[in-house]
C-alpha cells in the first residue's frame, strides 16, 4: 500500500459531506421520507428476521443499529440499510450447520473483508458481476424464499422442516391435509390487500395496511369466534421490549476444535455474505444514482457496510446490506439526504420500544404473504423473459446459476456461475480473434472499408506472413500454434504480424517462444512486425530480444518485409 495513504480518498462518508449545505426545507422533507420508509420497513425487518432462522427482535435490531450506521458511515446520500431477502438463505444455512454464534462470528468477518474491499478500492470491481449471475441467483433467492413461506402461509404447523429445497416440497406434500382454512384465509387476504392497496391508494404501504386488517381480524377472531388456530409472533418468540445491550457472540467451539479451525470453517460463509452485500448495495446505488443523477462513492459505501456488519453482530443483528425497495421508497418520498437513513432507524426504535405488544399480535400468515410478495419482486421474471432473446451463453449462465442456488446453495452458485461465465467470456474472445496468412501479397485495400488507394506489398520469395488479429493469450495462442502446423513446409523467413495485438499473456509468451525455437530447427527465422509498445515490452521481458535479435522485432510490416527479404536471400549459416 502506498506509504502516503490517505484514508480519506478511499472513506468520506456522505452524511458529512450533505450536512454542509443542509437546510430547513430538506430537513423536513428527510423527516418525513423517513417516517415512511421506517413504517414500510417495520413487517420487512419482522418478516426477515423470522424467516432467517433467529426471530423478529433480531430483524429489528439490524434494521436499527445497521440502518443508521449505513446511512451514518455509507457512500450514497439515499441508500436504506437492513436486513434483506437475499440473506435469507444464507443465514438459515449458516444456522443450521454453526448454531447462531457462528453466524454472528461470519457476520463479524463479512464486515471486516467489506472494510478491506473498500480500502482496497475494490468498490469498482464488483460491477464486473456478470448480470446473468445477478438474475440468477437472485431469482434462486425469490424461489427459496417462496418456499419456506409455504408452512406459514397454509399453517401447516410443521416444526421440522428439512433444509433441503426438493425434501422440503416433499414434506409438504405428506403434510398437505394438515393445511388450515383460516391461516389460508388469512394468508391470501393478505396477499390480496399487498397487491391491490398500490392501485387505489398509493401512499399507503399495501404490506402495512395488511398487517393491521390480518391483526384486527385475527383478534376479532380469537375474542369472538374461539378460533385459535391461527398462529402469531407472540405464540413463537418472545419480544423484548427495548434494544438488547451489546455484548460479546458466544463461541460455541466443538469438542478438540480450535478457534483457528472454527474460522477456517466460516470463511466460505463470510466469504459469501461479504459478496452478496457488497453487490446488492452497489446495485442499489447504481438505481438510486439513476434516479437522483447523483453519484455514489463505492469504496466508502462498502466501508459503511462493513463497519455495520461488524458492529450489530455484538446487538444480536444478522447481516445487512443496502435495500433497494426500501432505498426507493426513500427517494419517491422526498429523501435525499442520509438524515432519512437516521430517522427510519429511529422509527424502528421506538417501535421496538414501546410497540411490544402489538408487533407480537401480528400473525404469522400475514407475514409470510408479506414475504411471497417480496420473492415474486426478486424473481424478476420479466427480466428474464427479456432475456430469452439474448446469446444462449449467457441464458446457460442463469440457468445453472439459479438451478445451483436453489438445489445447493448460493456460494456454489456464485462461484459455478462466475467460472462458467469466464469461460464463456474467453471462448468468445478466442473466437473474435481471427488468424490468417499470407504468402504472395498484402493489399492494403482489403483491410478496411475505407479505399486506402496504397499499392499491394509484395511479399518476397521464401517469406510468409502470419497475422494474429485479436489478444494473444491462453485462449488463443494453440489456435495460432495449430495454423502454422497446418500450413506446413516452412519457408525461409516468417513473418508475424502483431499490430492488431493489444496484450499477450504468459501462455501466448510461452507459445511465442515454442515457436521460434521450433522454428530456428528447421532453418526459418522469426520476424516480429507492428509490436505495440505495450506487447514489446512484455516480449523483451521474457527474452525475445536475445532469442530473435532486437532487430527483428520491427515497428511495421514495411521494415519487416525489408529486413525478411535480407534474411531470406542470405545464406543458412549466416541468418
Known amino acids: 500500500m502506498d506509504k502516503h495513504f490517505d484514508i480519506r480518498a478511499v472513506f468520506c462518508p456522505q452524511s458529512f459531506l450533505c450536512l454542509r449545505s443542509y437546510d430547513r426545507a430538506q430537513f423536513g422533507k428527510d423527516v418525513m421520507a423517513g417516517?415512511?420508509?421506517?413504517?414500510?420497513?417495520?413487517?420487512?425487518?419482522?418478516?426477515?428476521?423470522?424467516?432467517?432462522?433467529?426471530?423478529?427482535?433480531?430483524?429489528?435490531?439490524?434494521?436499527?443499529?445497521?440502518?443508521?450506521?449505513?446511512?451514518?458511515?455509507?457512500?450514497?446520500?439515499?441508500?436504506?440499510?437492513?436486513?434483506?431477502?437475499?440473506?435469507?438463505?444464507?443465514?438459515?444455512?449458516?444456522?443450521?450447520?454453526?448454531?447462531?454464534?457462528?453466524?454472528?462470528?461470519?457476520?463479524?468477518?463479512?464486515?471486516?473483508?467489506?472494510?478491506?474491499?473498500?480500502?482496497?478500492?475494490?468498490?469498482?470491481?464488483?460491477?464486473?458481476?456478470?448480470?446473468?449471475?445477478?438474475?440468477?441467483?437472485?431469482?434462486?433467492?425469490?424461489?427459496?424464499?417462496?418456499?419456506?413461506?409455504?408452512?406459514?402461509?397454509?399453517?401447516l404447523g410443521l416444526t421440522d422442516l428439512p433444509a433441503n429445497f426438493i425434501d422440503k416440497w416433499i414434506y409438504y406434500a405428506h403434510h398437505v391435509r394438515q393445511v388450515d382454512g383460516w391461516s389460508l384465509a388469512i394468508g391470501l387476504g393478505s396477499l390480496l390487500i399487498i397487491i391491490f392497496t398500490p392501485r387505489v391508494v398509493k401512499h399507503m404501504p399495501g404490506s402495512l395496511l395488511?398487517?393491521?386488517?390480518?391483526?384486527?381480524?385475527?383478534?376479532?377472531?380469537?375474542?369472538?369466534?374461539?378460533?385459535?388456530?391461527?398462529?402469531?409472533?407472540?405464540?413463537?418468540?418472545?419480544?423484548?421490549?427495548?434494544?438488547?445491550?451489546?455484548?460479546?457472540?458466544?463461541?460455541?467451539?466443538?469438542?478438540?476444535?480450535?478457534?483457528?479451525?472454527?474460522?477456517?470453517?466460516?470463511?466460505?460463509?463470510?466469504?459469501?455474505?461479504?459478496?452478496?452485500?457488497?453487490?446488492?448495495?452497489?446495485?442499489?446505488?447504481?438505481?438510486?444514482?439513476?434516479?437522483?443523477?447523483?453519484?455514489?462513492?463505492?469504496?466508502?459505501?462498502?466501508?459503511?457496510?462493513?463497519?455495520?456488519?461488524?458492529?450489530?453482530p455484538f446487538f444480536g443483528?444478522?447481516?445487512?446490506?443496502?435495500?433497494?425497495?426500501?432505498?426507493?421508497?426513500?427517494?419517491?418520498?422526498?429523501?435525499?439526504t442520509p438524515v432519512a437513513g437516521l430517522v427510519h432507524a429511529v422509527v424502528l426504535l421506538l417501535v421496538l420500544l414501546f410497540m411490544g405488544g402489538l408487533v407480537g399480535m401480528i400473525p404469522m400468515p400475514c407475514l409470510a404473504a408479506v414475504l411471497v410478495m417480496v420473492a415474486y419482486n426478486m424473481s424478476g421474471w420479466r427480466t428474464i423473459v427479456g432475456?430469452?432473446?439474448?446469446?444462449?451463453?449467457?441464458?446457460?449462465?442463469?440457468?445453472?446459476?439459479?438451478?445451483?442456488?436453489?438445489?445447493?446453495?448460493?456460494?456454489?452458485?456464485?462461484?459455478?456461475?462466475?467460472?462458467?461465465?469466464?469461460?464463456?467470456?474467453?471462448?468468445?474472445?478466442?473466437?473474435?480473434?481471427?488468424?490468417?496468412?499470407?504468402?504472395?501479397?498484402?493489399?492494403?485495400?482489403?483491410?478496411?472499408?475505407?479505399?486506402?488507394?496504397?499499392?499491394?506489398?509484395?511479399?518476397?520469395?521464401?517469406?510468409?506472413?502470419?497475422?494474429?488479429?485479436?489478444?494473444?493469450?491462453f485462449g488463443i495462442a494453440n489456435k495460432f500454434d495449430d495454423m502454422v502446423r497446418w500450413v506446413g513446409n516452412p519457408a525461409k523467413v516468417r513473418v508475424i504480424r502483431m499490430r492488431k495485438v493489444p496484450f499477450v499473456d504468459a501462455t501466448g509468451l510461452h507459445n511465442l517462444e515454442m515457436l521460434c525455437q521450433r522454428s530456428h530447427r528447421v532453418g526459418t527465422e522469426v520476424v516480429l512486425s507492428g509490436v505495440r509498445d505495450n506487447v514489446r515490452v512484455s516480449l523483451l521481458a521474457h527474452g525475445f530480444g536475445t532469442l530473435l535479435g532486437e532487430e527483428n522485432i520491427c515497428p511495421n510490416i514495411n521494415v519487416a518485409l525489408a529486413r525478411a527479404a535480407r534474411l531470406a536471400k542470405a545464406p543458412a549459416e549466416v541468418r
Open 35 to 155: 417516517i415512511i420508509v421506517g413504517i414500510i420497513a417495520i413487517p420487512l425487518a419482522i418478516a426477515f428476521g423470522i424467516s432467517s432462522g433467529v426471530g423478529p427482535t433480531e430483524g429489528l435490531v439490524t434494521a436499527i443499529v445497521a440502518g443508521f450506521l449505513i446511512s451514518l458511515l455509507g457512500g450514497t446520500r439515499v441508500q436504506i440499510g437492513g436486513p434483506t431477502g437475499a440473506f435469507i438463505v444464507i443465514i438459515y444455512g449458516i444456522i443450521q450447520q454453526f448454531g447462531l454464534s457462528g453466524l454472528l462470528m461470519a457476520t463479524v468477518m463479512a464486515g471486516i473483508l467489506l472494510v478491506a474491499m473498500g480500502l482496497l478500492r475494490l468498490g469498482a470491481v464488483i460491477r464486473f458481476v456478470p448480470y446473468p449471475v445477478i438474475v440468477g441467483f437472485t431469482a434462486g433467492i425469490a424461489l427459496t424464499i417462496l418456499t419456506t413461506q409455504i408452512n406459514d402461509l397454509f399453517g
Open 210 to 312: 395488511a398487517i393491521v386488517v390480518a391483526t384486527l381480524a385475527v383478534w376479532l377472531l380469537r375474542r369472538f369466534g374461539g378460533v385459535e388456530s391461527v398462529r402469531t409472533i407472540s405464540d413463537l418468540y418472545e419480544l423484548p421490549h427495548g434494544l438488547p445491550a451489546p455484548h460479546l457472540p458466544t463461541l460455541q467451539l466443538e469438542e478438540g476444535q480450535t478457534f483457528f479451525q472454527l474460522i477456517q470453517q466460516l470463511f466460505p460463509a463470510a466469504f459469501t455474505i461479504a459478496m452478496l452485500g457488497a453487490i446488492e448495495s452497489l446495485l442499489s446505488a447504481m438505481v438510486a444514482d439513476g434516479v437522483t443523477g447523483d453519484r455514489h462513492d463505492s469504496n466508502t459505501e462498502l466501508i459503511g457496510q462493513g463497519i455495520a456488519n461488524i458492529v450489530v
Open 317 to 336: 443483528g444478522i447481516p445487512a446490506t443496502g435495500a433497494i425497495a426500501r432505498t426507493m421508497a426513500n427517494i419517491n418520498s422526498g429523501g435525499r
Open 387 to 473: 432475456m430469452l432473446r439474448d446469446p444462449k451463453s449467457d441464458l446457460a449462465v442463469l440457468a445453472v446459476t439459479f438451478l445451483l442456488t436453489v438445489v445447493f446453495d448460493l456460494t456454489v452458485a456464485i462461484e459455478v456461475g462466475m467460472l462458467l461465465s469466464v469461460v464463456l467470456f474467453l471462448r468468445r474472445v478466442s473466437l473474435s480473434t481471427s488468424i490468417s496468412v499470407f504468402r504472395n501479397e498484402i493489399d492494403p485495400n482489403q483491410e478496411s472499408d475505407l479505399k486506402l488507394h496504397e499499392e499491394k506489398l509484395h511479399i518476397p520469395d521464401g517469406v510468409e506472413v502470419y497475422e494474429i488479429d485479436g489478444p494473444y493469450f
